[in-house]
Every structure is written in C-alpha cells, then in structure tokens.
C-alpha cells in the first residue's frame, strides 16, 4: 500500500525532509510505502537541491491540501500564514497534518487541535521543539504515567549559541550576534530567538503537552537575552552559574508558571552543560523523577528526522487500525482548559541583582536595610570591581516573591549612593 505526502515548502527542513523520504535504504521499512505526491512552493524559479520527476513541484498549495490522493500534508513552510490556513483547510479535507510550526502552534494549537478532532484527523508536531530531539511524543505516550511537576529547557539554540560564545571568549552580545550572523548560526533578523519569542512559542507548546492545559501565548512572561552583558558572565561564573536563557513550565498545583528568561544556572545542575547550539529539556515527574532530552534543537536533518518520524507514525495508525471513527489518544493532540497562570509578580525566584554605588561608607548597610524592609533575604553579597569610581556591588537573593523584590529594587535605585542598577537576572 502507497501512501501519499504533499509536502508544503522546499527551505531547509524540507529539503532534509524530502531527502529522507525520497532515499528509504537502511532505514525503517514503512518508509518504502510513503511517498511524495506533491511539493507546494512559493516561487519555482527559485534554485532546488533536489530533483522531482516533472509535475511535482507546484504554487498551488490550496490545491495540494485538498488533492483527494494525498493522505498526509506536511506543513513546513514557518511563518503564520499561510501556514495556519492551509493546516486547516488540510484538516477540513480530512488530511493528516504534520507540521513542525512552532508559531502556529503555540498560538492556533487550540482552533487546529478542535478541528482535527472533529475531523478525525491526526496533527503531529514533533519538529516544532527541540528539532531533532524526541520530546513531544515521549510527553504523550512515554511519560504519560507521571504527573509532570515541571519542564524546563534550553530551547533556542541560537541564543544558547551566543551566550556559550560570550563565555568562551569574553565578547560582548552584540560582537557575538554579528560574528554568529556572520557565520549564519543566526537569522539577518534575529528577534524571534534573541527577545526569546521562539523559546515562547516552544515552552507554551510543551506546556499543554506537559500538563494536559493550554496556555494563552500572549501570557507567557518572555525575556530575552539583549541585556546580558559579560560582566554579568564573568560575575556569574565567579558565583558559581552559567548563564542560560532557560523556559520554564511549572505545576503550582491550583495554577502553572510559564516563563522564558536569561537565568543564572548554578553550575551543578544539568542544564548548566549544555552548550553551542544544541537544546535539552528536563523533565520532572512523579514517580520517574527527573529525564533529560538533549540533542541538536535545529537544522535540516534533526529537525527533518522528527517530521519524518510523525509521518510513519501517522502511516503505522493508517495501515493497522480499521477504526477511523476514534483517533489514538495517545498520538493525538486535544484543546483542554485554558490553565490559569501565576501573576509574575507572586512568582518565587531567586535573583541576581548588580548595582553601581558610590563608594561612600554605609551602602552595603543602606542596600541590607531595604532587601530586609521588604522581606528580601540576602544569600551572598560581593564587592569586587569598580567601574570608573563607582563600586559594583552583586547580590544574590534567597527564594522571594518578585513583587517584593521589585518593591525593594524600586527603593534601593532611589537611594543617594545608589548610581544605577544595570542588571536583574533570576537564579535557577
Ligand atoms: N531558531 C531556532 C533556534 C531553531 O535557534 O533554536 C528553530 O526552532
């Protein structure tokens, strides 16, 4: 039996993408019976590394998602539309999707996961986080025992990329960013991965799979890493951390905490190793403990070798099961309750704070007495450098509540000796 794959964009992915389908030797023997019926692009003049037997290649992608021969629709064209259209006129034609559309997801996943129930239809998106890393299906089906306490991940490559090289060098962000645009480790236009929207889009993904609820996208608190500079590196490293733009997902028990930021990782930890360009999502579970996914989170073949891993998914439901009227419900993906999320400023976090003072007599007691004024207790103070003739002064705090840390900082800005407050961070 043949099944056919319209394929809908020919960029990096789904080069690697058709690459695999079109060359099964050695591979599982179900990728024999998938092929490629058609490939939507948006030009065809532009230049192709691979060849198709002539007829293949179309403009036409509203035709490819209802052509009554095709049986899956592979979805990588990126962007929110047309994408998120054709996913659902895909789905009204009661074609399976693939896709590995993080933004689509992470915004429409409510509207296309309703749809493709009510069409009976499967819609896997294992390439959408962490590329090549297999995380979306093990939260479905393999960790499925567990009640998921928490997920937290390096999930940009991009921004892991550039903090891992600021360290490594000594650079600031801004030469690291131009040298990895340079060496097309980062897009021309690199705000999605370095304000941390892509990180976003993936932890509100992981987080509906995680704890069985959606999350509104726009309530993601989202930080990027523009304002990390290498002395917060060099004072990081000298306190024992790493500094990783982590996204975390937490179960509070009534409400969820749902955030992406630059945050000091203390070097023990495991996320704290993951360097360059590749991902890991740590996952903590009752009763397995904690499980870490780590791999290359991009690039045409890992994040081709997931896509191409849901379409045999969706092929093996297709040859064994005769019951089209009830998808898998471990396969499938399903809307659920909006999850109420923590207020930011209720969240309980440690934090970093490094500050330029006068070096005036009373200034470490002046910044203690309004730390301890809002119930903000002090874990370590350090004193080391000036810069010009202010002193700077690090702090770390125990776990606080962030509205009464801000409370603090607030106070402490306006204080006589106080020049500015160049750094906040949050501490793992
Ligand atoms: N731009 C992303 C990253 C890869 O740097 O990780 C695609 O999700």
């Given at each position: 039996m043949a099944f056919k794959v319209g394929l809908l964009g020919l960029g990096t992915v789904g080069t690697g993408t058709a690459e695999i389908l079109l060359d099964p030797a050695?591979?599982?023997?179900?990728?024999?019976?998938?092929?490629?019926?058609k490939v939507g692009v948006r030009s065809l003049d532009k230049p192709r590394k691979l060849k198709f037997p002539q007829?293949?290649?179309?403009?036409?992608l509203t035709a490819i998602v209802t052509?009554?021969?095709?049986?899956i629709v592979v979805e990588?064209?990126?962007?929110?539309e047309p994408a998120r259209s054709l996913i659902l006129q895909a789905i009204a034609a009661k074609k399976h999707v693939v896709t590995a559309n993080k933004a689509v997801i992470a915004r429409y996943g409510d509207e296309i996961y309703s749809a493709a129930e009510k069409a009976k239809v499967y819609v896997l998106l294992?390439?959408?986080?962490?590329?090549?890393?297999?995380?979306i299906e093990p939260l479905k089906q393999?960790?499925?025992?567990n009640r998921i306490k928490s997920a937290i991940g390096i999930v940009n490559g991009t921004t892991n990329y550039i903090l891992t090289q600021m360290a490594a060098v000594g650079a600031d962000f801004a030469d690291v960013l131009a040298e990895a645009q340079q060496l097309g480790y980062?897009?021309?236009?690199?705000t999605a991965d370095v304000d941390g929207l892509d990180a976003a889009d993936k932890i509100t993904i992981l987080t509906s799979l995680a704890f069985g609820k959606s999350v509104k996208r726009e309530q993601v608190l989202t930080e990027g890493i523009?304002?990390?500079?290498i002395t917060d590196i060099n004072y990081a490293e000298k306190l024992g951390f790493a500094i990783k733009l982590l996204a975390i997902s937490q179960n509070l028990g009534d409400c969820l905490q749902v955030r992406v930021h630059p945050t000091l990782v203390p070097?023990?930890?495991?996320?704290?190793?993951?360097?360059?360009?590749n991902n890991a999502i740590l996952i903590e579970g009752d009763p397995i403990g904690q499980v870490m996914f780590f791999g290359p989170g991009a690039g045409a073949g890992p994040t081709a070798s997931a896509v191409v891993a849901d379409i045999m998914n969706i092929v093996g439901v297709l040859k064994s099961s005769?019951?089209?009227?009830?998808?898998?419900p471990l396969l499938s993906c399903s809307h659920q309750e909006y999850a109420t999320l923590l207020p930011s400023e209720e969240l309980v976090t440690r934090f970093y704070a490094r500050s330029l003072a006068r070096d005036v007599p009373g200034v470490i007691g002046h910044l203690g007495t309004c730390f301890g004024k809002y119930n903000v207790s002090l874990e370590s103070v350090v004193q080391i450098g000036f810069v010009g003739e202010y002193s700077e002064i690090v702090v770390v705090t125990h776990d606080v509540k962030e509205g009464n840390f801000r409370l603090a900082i607030a106070e402490i800005s306006n204080?006589?000796?106080?020049?500015?407050?160049p750094s906040i961070l949050r501490v793992l």
């Open positions: 050695g591979r599982h023997p179900i990728l024999q019976e998938i092929t490629i019926k007829g293949t290649i179309s403009t036409d052509d009554p021969e095709i049986d990588l064209l990126g962007g929110l294992e390439g959408a986080v962490g590329g090549g890393i297999p995380v393999s960790l499925g025992a980062a897009e021309a236009d690199p523009r304002q990390v500079s070097k023990s930890h495991p996320l704290a190793s993951i360097n360059g360009v005769t019951n089209t009227e009830n998808l898998d204080l006589d000796a106080i020049h500015s407050i």
